[in-house]
């Protein structure tokens, strides 16, 4: 059976005979936002008569704030700059995640890789609406699952990249329960 797959928008491929290479950015514009105001927030917040102390004087309530405020846009500033990268060989799976560290690396076998498949992950909003990220999960070979990656913006994308390394692996694509359903 032959599938005609489209390459998504924010996806670079490179077909090779001995391997592909898939690369997506997790830029969204909401983090480049952000990125500029969780600092000035920080700012003003300390300089307000709301915190006791301020950068002169620093207050546990300073120090606290200064470090969430740092975490948090080390935080958003890589899911600004940084991509996914997926090395499929005739022998691994290899998934790296850069240049920001944030995100463990994984590394897999072929002989271990039994089955790919894509689920939907709901995140909940206020007023009962939800946003729905999608992941690729692997079913290795001694039956447990692991996600490969997660919050992967459409259902395309996760069936581009599963579709892509089964056929790159020869894996015959068979239904998972939990499966997001096939088109």
């Known amino acids: ?23 997506y950015s997790w830029f969204k514009i909401k983090y480049a936002f952000t990125l500029v105001l969780i600092p000035l927030f920080a700012y003003f917040l300390i ?15 300073v120090i606290l704030l200064t470090f969430f405020s740092v975490a948090l846009t080390y935080y958003v500033l890589a899911k600004n700059i ?9 022998h691994e799976v ?8 944030i995100v463990k690396n994984t590394l897999l076998r072929k002989e ?6 894509v ?3 709901r995140i909940a909003h206020r007023y009962n609406l939800y946003a729905a990220t999608y992941q690729i999960n692997v079913i290795l070979s001694n039956n447990d699952v692991i996600t490969l990656v997660n919050s992967l913006e459409s259902p395309e994308l996760g069936r581009f990249i599963e579709n ?3 056929d790159f692996l020869s894996i015959t694509d068979i239904d998972v329960e939990g499966e997001l359903a096939k088109n």
């Open 82 to 90: 940084n991509t996914t990268k997926i090395l499929v060989t005739n």
């Open 164 to 166: 892509k390394i089964e």
């Open 94 to 101: 290899y998934v790296s995640h850069g240049p920001l560290p």
């Open 47 to 61: 300089k307000s008569d709301f915190i006791v102390g301020d950068f002169d004087h620093l207050t546990i309530p």
């Open 119 to 121: 689920t939907q992950h």
């Open 112 to 117: 271990d890789i039994k089955q790919l498949y």
């Open 1 to 23: 059976m032959v599938r005609i797959v489209q390459i998504p928008k924010n996806m670079n491929l490179k077909e090779k005979t001995a391997s592909l290479e898939f690369e």
